[in-house]
């Protein structure tokens, strides 16, 4: 509660935050009915700082809910390919499944104008970690122009993370998904459902019940988040999972998921993602411009196995951030002029990459 501001004054505050949210009319006649009973309780003297508070941030997390908000997906497959190529060396395969799984949500959208709820299985990316996983999830995205969420499960040990508490409990708030939707201020996002494979083992029947009906068409219309309690519609929020391996995910999950295997890299196509995909993007993100380091091509194979064997590119992109940040070093402290370039070659790697 401010205190700078009369208590008559905050409660209006609510009352037009409410009027302003264009809620649906039946919770809307729910929080108008909140507010007006705290308005009396506070005039006779029975409401206390308490009740404002748990109001305040109830109507506060609801009046922020994209109940009527959703971005305009751009259905032009010729644009995913280019994203999916710009941001994924090779993957033919996936890529050529992941098309073919948009052509199919793009006809059903362009069909079905009035009905734009998500009819598809949802895709289930498994693979080794640094494998890409992630990253195509995010792709999809910036391909369709639909903001892009990260719930991840890796640890989460109860449903309610998920599905929130219920406001008779102190400090109760509500679950990662209606999180996602306020922050991402859109109905119809990409969400990614990280590493549904590694949450905690006690939790797993209860996360594994809520994520039946995230993934269900015909749930998800209703889902309620126990601290919100009103439904909210998840139809058009596309769900992407990702796993290491299927081992620990139910059944019931697994019938609502499409697999897609991601392959491991081998040496050619590490040291091409590396050079022409990772290494720019870390010039960019350091503030290094690409004349400024120069890595010997003979180096590469010592770079992308810095550690031995890796499936990924995990480590790979470790190995040139620390080029790259000790370079930026260099520069700032005055070791190396900006117009000089830092070559890194066999006698110079091991001051660059701890071996």
């Given at each position: ?61 609801v009046s922020s809910l994209p109940f009527e908000k959703e971005t305009q997906d ?120 990280d590493e549904l494979d590694r949450v905690a083992e006690h939790a797993r029947p ?49 019938d609502r998921l499409e697999i897609i295997q991601m392959p491991s890299y081998n ?89």
């Open positions: 509660m401010d205190q700078a501001l009369p208590i008559d004054l905050q409660i209006q505050k609510l009352e037009e935050k409410v009027k302003a949210a264009n809620l649906p009319s039946d919770l809307l006649e729910k929080v108008d009915g909140m507010v007006l009973l705290l308005r009396s309780s506070i005039k006779t003297g029975g409401g206390t700082f308490t009740d404002f508070e748990n109001i305040s941030n109830y109507v506060n997390w751009v259905m032009d497959l010729t644009k995913v390919k280019q994203v999916l190529d710009k941001n994924h060396y090779s993957l033919e395969n996936i890529k050529s499944t992941i098309l073919e799984y948009l052509s199919s949500l793009i006809l059903n959208m362009q069909i079905n104008q009035t009905d734009k709820s998500v009819k598809a299985p949802i895709l289930c990316l498994i693979g080794l970690v640094g494998t890409g996983k992630t990253t195509l999830a995010v792709s999809i995205a910036e391909a369709m122009g639909r903001k892009f969420e990260r719930i991840p499960f890796g640890g989460m040990g109860d449903s309610l993370a998920l599905r929130g508490q219920s406001r008779s409990f102190p400090d109760a708030e509500p679950g990662l998904v209606i999180k996602k939707l306020v922050h991402a201020q859109s109905k119809n996002p990409v969400i990614l459902l209860d996360i594994m019940g809520v994520l039946i009906e995230l993934l269900d068409s015909e749930q998800n219309k209703f889902f309620t988040d126990h601290y919100i309690d009103y439904p909210f519609d998840l139809s058009q929020v596309l769900f992407i999972a990702t796993a290491n391996n299927t081992t620990n995910i139910s059944t019931a999950v697994l040496d050619e196509e590490k040291t091409i993602i590396g050079k022409d995909f990772i290494f720019p993007k870390i010039l960019k993100e350091n503030g290094l411009q690409p004349s400024q380091i120069v890595i010997d091509q003979a180096l590469w194979s010592s770079i992308i196995r810095p550690l031995g064997y890796d499936s990924g590119t995990r480590s790979l992109q470790r190995t040139i951030e620390t080029i790259c940040r000790k370079v930026a070093r260099m520069i700032v402290e005055g070791k190396v002029a900006k117009d000089q370039a830092v070559t890194i070659n066999a006698q110079n790697l091991r001051q660059f990459v701890p071996m």
